[in-house]
């Protein structure tokens, strides 16, 4: 049998101050790009006229002018501010973004118009090449308005947080409050590093990479889930240890899998990065970066909430049922509580 | 394990996966044998599978429409009509309002003798539909008194509005021919939103234009001498309100509108950018004789003795309309009449004898604009104007592309799987490979019996479904290892890899599922598409990775007693 990852025993949560730490710094480095770029007048995110409105003209041309040109073509018909951005993927193509104008405004219009310098645009339902006299051709546009984009900005992020709801509802009706509670933290976490990574390299957020970020949700938590089911299995067959040290074996006997599934899915990912085209790029980054902290969050950040929280919460029922000084009541709480009794490791206080 | 067992599970999963493979590459009429060769299911494909915007390529158009100029304008003309029957019952005005700002919309009369208040109102309110307490609450304070638009009048108006125009749309849309249009409304209802997706529609220029045409057509007096003399107009607007000698303000009863000869850009038009006459104003007595709705039918036909490129358009007038205009016409021979299209004086004619049912629009349209003016009055004119707030299109050959580039993705992917589950897991390697298989045979079944829409980030969604597919495996593998590591029998080491894992892959499901459906549910476009693809490659796993791959292992346990498994 071949094997990776078996009898491992590594303390994971003997290590937490390290990860949380790590994942702080992250975060901070996230907030302090997006927080400066606001503040110097820059923008946080580089958004994508998904959310920020404007025309995207995708152009494919017989004879690609270079970009100088198409600006200054754009310019001499009144479309200033527009950025010129190649296909890497198609040397023929061209992205041509205008940013959002007053109301009435028809960026392709414009643009159109602009691109005439060049010769004459294919006629409707031919394709380029068949077209002898004609220079372009228009092969998709994205259009989208204030309102629209607001809408859209707005929707997206009801959307995730309704997701996560969802997913804080259902762990805690599998499970318990804290382990529902220590995933959704784990995946804001997740989503907050992400979002930190597109602000501190400016790359375009559009609709797909929102749904990206809602598949890195789903995945971070399924890993997590993994985990904790493990958690959940090993305290019913061995109650008297410590929740410390069932956490460190969950971890440890899911390792393996944990190891595979996300090590596959990063080839997956990374077949979609390399061979999915310009489309799906900014997508297939998101999810790159998510798989990667998914899986790191699941381990170094979930399961330590988790267990810090269960003990507190164990602590506090102690410390109530002392304060009363009811043997009665500190019985029937540690039979409410059942194998939640005991969980702090004695080689390794947690304060 | 019994053997009858297992024959019940084989013979459920053949079924289902023949029927799988059926609906995926078979047609949906009586097949022939045409169909199973490889061109054949092609083709079959093609029709089965509906593909999204993004990967057939069309136009996707989301429209606004702007409710709240239609309660403006609702407002100002219950102002006018207002004013008119105060002043025909024998009551005088000092002036009011018309307010139409931030949401609130108000009709307010100022009153020359405010202890009439109450008589003024009877007197309105018999003549101007301002009485309708659902729609209008009036107040009077001092000289003036008001009816203000409630606010849930002006939602229900505004709601009716959007439908109207909905319907509108629609047959516009039906009259152009368009091929399998989607038209819908969009968001929540309050955003008074409307969708419209054109598959195969490259550059949506004309339909844009044609949808947005607003074509209110009214026939109006035009005020001055008759015939003989030309039709009086003014060269500017302060001209025209200065003829009416009412210091500066224009009655109730008289509307200053401006007047342009409509000169269509042809295509020779660049050669004579000057043909365009300048614009001139006109008085018109408020209301008009007729408008729009009365129209039955509209059709553009050439300019008898104009150049070949000269059209105008005919209309004719339903019978209440007709009996109108008759009754107008006759009493005010010589006199001049005008075709107001959208605010704007188009044409004047005086009247030669009485005309009861048709009349024309003319000036000089294209062919193709005059066909497209036909249309819209054809279909109605729009109770309000709408905008467009997003718009996207994709030619055919951008989409092509995407599949290419998606298609080879998943495949790669796919393919770097299951050569790490063959050399990984061996033997037991080969049944996640063939769950694998069927997952995404079954998986394009699913989509194509719930009609769902493949999109681009659908075939996203099939390479995340491969992926959770991959881990339910690894999730049974992994675990059947550590049970028999731990000393327990081959069957039960499966057996019990099987249930353990079950619970987590039901969990991780689940959780996916959920926040899938949020996705559905609230998501736009593509996100949706997503989410779909997701939901049914989910619930496809779910029986292929845990029911077919547990019935490869009863199958290979019942077969002889292993001592080792390879896996």
Redesign the interface.
Known sequence: MFQVLHDINIDWLGNRRWFIGISVLLMLAGLGSAVVRQATGRQAFNLGVDFKGGTVVTTRFKQKPSDDEIRNALTAKGVNDAIVQPVTDRPDTVLIKVPLEGEGQDGRVKVKEALNTFGTEAAPGSELEADQSAAYKIVGTDAVGAIAGAQLRNKAIAVTLAALVGILLYIAVRFEWTYGASAVIAVFHDVLVTLGFFSIFQIEISLNVIAALLTLVGFSVNDTIVVFDRIRENRKLHRRDSLYKITNDSINQTLSRTVITNGLVFLSVLALVLFGGDVLRAFSLALFIGVVFGTYSSIAIASPIMVWWEQRIEAANREMALSFNQPRVMKAAGAAKGAKQGFRDASKPLH | MKKKNLLTRVIIIAIVTVVGIYLVIGPRRRPNLKDFTWSGIKQTLKSNIHLGLDLQGGSHL?M?VKTEEYLKRLTEESYTAAQNAAKDAGFETKGGQAVTTNGNYSVALQLSDPSKAAEVKEAVQKKVELGDSNVWTYSPSGDTITWTMTQAAQRTLADNASTQALNIIDSRINALGITEPLLQTH?AQS?HQILLQMPGV??P?RVKNILQGQSRLELVHVIGPPSPAPATTYTSEADAIASLNSAGTVPPNRKVIAYQERIEKSADSSKDPNQQKPKQWVVVENPAIIDGSELRNAAAIPTQGGRSDDYEINFSLKKTGAEKFGAWTGSHINEYMGVVLNGEVKSIAYIKSQIFDSGQISGRFTKQSAEDLALTLRSGALPAPI?????????P??GQ??IR??V??SL??LA??VV?ML??Y?GSGVNAVVALILNMILMLAGLIVFGATLT??GI?GM??T???A??SN??IF?RI??EW?SGKTVPSSVDLGFD?AF??II??H???I??????FV??????RG?AVT?VIGLLVNLFSAVYVSRTIFIWLLSRRKMESLS?
């Open positions: 989301v606004r968001g955003s490259q550059d220029e905008e467009y707030i997003e718009e996207r299109t994709v030619g050959s951008l592309d995407s580039a998606g080879r993705a790669v992917g770097l799987v790490f050399f990984y061996r681009l980030p996203a390479i995340l491969i992926g959770m991959v881990d690894v999730l992994e290892r550590e590591r353990r619970i987590t969990d991780t689940v959780t996916t959920i926040s899938s459906l949020f996705l609230f998501g736009t476009g593509p996100i997503f997701l896996i």
